[in-house]
């Protein structure tokens, strides 16, 4: 098996030798911190119908900003089950770099058990923070909320 993916590997290197470096100039950084957050309804919503809100939050640790998006929701909390889907653009300093980009959400629960998947949005990073890739992972303890970015930028940048 090991053979067979190392001759996959020296393949796939010789078919997109620029992509393969590309990918090895990246290194993965992982900034951690919290957040407040706060959402504004935008109207009134019955079980199981979409609700929207107004997001807004306030970021400190190794990403100091702020972010603004809107999110959709079907929530029915007598069942625990719903999904949400937000956009947000965060805006401020990611370790030295001063830059914005913006993050999309997934969040399903099915009777308590819950999926949730953030990423960076491809090509949305400006400023120093242009060409960003990555993943934001939510911690919530005791209705705190901590997230660590797994992130990397194009060589060169972040070292």
Known sequence: MIRYLT?????????FPAAMAEDEAMTTHAATGSFTVQM???????????????????????????????????????AGSGAYVLIERLEGRLEAREGAFSLVHRGVMDAGAQSLSITVVPGSG????????????????????????AYTLPSGEGQ
Not at 54 to 74: C, H, I, P, R
Not at 126 to 149: K, R, W
């Open 7 to 15: 001759g996959l590997m020296a393949a796939l290197t010789l078919l």
């Open 40 to 78: 504004t309804p935008q109207g009134e919503a019955e079980p199981g119908a979409h609700t929207r809100y107004n997001v807004t939050k306030t970021f400190s640790g190794d990403f100091e900003g702020t972010a603004s998006g809107e999110m959709l929701g079907v929530f029915d909390s007598a």
């Open 126 to 149: 400006a400023g120093e923070l242009t060409g960003i890739a990555g993943e934001f992972l939510l911690d919530i303890v005791d209705g705190a909320h901590n997230y660590t970015l």
